[in-house]
């Protein structure tokens, strides 16, 4: 018997990849990394793009409100919820400008939610945005 769960939201926007938006081992869900694209959208929130797809300009605000949208829809369609998260990795590409903005979000729509974090900066995201989180929650 396979020890894992595969998870696929119907909601959260589609895998750039070969990999399931969640897996679940035991009573712990394991995210994927989570970007603000919309599912069935080419565009992303808060994204302005060049002509040739380089980022002219971003919105983190909106970027980020999408992310945790998105890693909402993956935990309930997957037996889970917010309440749940015990961990989470945050990617910035740029932590001098947007660790500000972002912090203060995360810090309104975590309350109380105690999840352990680590926050890095990255180069480069594989699609043209600017944060992208890793969870892991539990699962009653």
């Known amino acids: 018997m396979n020890p894992k769960i595969i998870y696929n939201s119907e909601r959260a926007p589609e895998p750039v990849g070969a990999y399931p938006h969640a897996v679940r081992v035991g009573n712990i869900l394991f995210l994927s990394g989570v970007g603000p694209r919309e599912r069935g959208q080419k565009a ?3 994204v302005t793009l060049s002509a040739d797809g380089k980022i002219e300009n971003y919105d983190i605000t909106i970027q980020t ?3 945790f949208r998105n890693i909402r829809y993956i935990l309930e369609d997957a037996g889970s919820s917010w309440e749940n998260i015990i961990d989470v990795t945050v990617f ?4 001098k400008k947007d660790f500000p903005v972002f912090n203060k ?3 309104q729509y975590f309350d109380g939610i105690n999840a352990c974090r680590t926050t890095l900066e990255i180069g480069a995201l594989p699609t043209p945005i600017a944060v992208e989180l890793k969870v892991l929650a539990w699962i009653d």
């Open 44 to 46: 992303i929130p808060g």
């Open 65 to 67: 409100e999408s992310v």
């Open 92 to 95: 910035l590409t740029n932590m």
């Open 105 to 107: 979000l995360y810090s």
